[in-house]
């Protein structure tokens, strides 16, 4: 019943900057963790950056350290990455994450990102 609705994704310039959010369509328990992977032609999916949602703890992959902020919205099961200073490897189907309990994950549908001139 609960979907993971992304917005945020489009088309910028080298350089540029995005900011995607992802909420959930229902009210839910505070997930453990939410947090965006994406995935690129011909690769496999890879994690971007995850937050603790209780603590507020984030990690980043390294690609995208010192350019891209997590950050958490507990009271409405929103989080949102800001995406600075976006490369062209940086372009991949982004996609929101989270972990509900210890066996119980959700995923979103994906948004686009492309970054080309």
């Known amino acids: 019943q609960v979907e993971l609705v992304e917005s945020g994704g489009g088309l910028v310039q080298p350089g540029g900057s995005l900011r995607l959010s992802c909420a959930a369509s229902a009210s839910i328990s505070t997930p453990i963790t939410m947090g965006w992977y994406r995935q690129a032609p011909g690769k496999q999916r890879e994690v971007v950056a995850v937050?603790?949602?209780?603590?507020?703890?984030?990690n980043y992959d390294d690609s995208v350290k010192g350019r891209f902020t997590i950050s958490r919205d507990d009271a409405k099961n929103t989080v949102l990455l800001q995406m600075n200073n976006l490369k062209a490897e940086d372009t991949a189907v982004y996609y929101c994450h989270a972990k509900l309990d210890f066996v119980q994950t959700l995923w979103g549908q994906g948004t686009q990102v492309t970054v080309s001139p």
């Open positions: 937050i603790m949602l209780r603590s507020g703890i984030a």
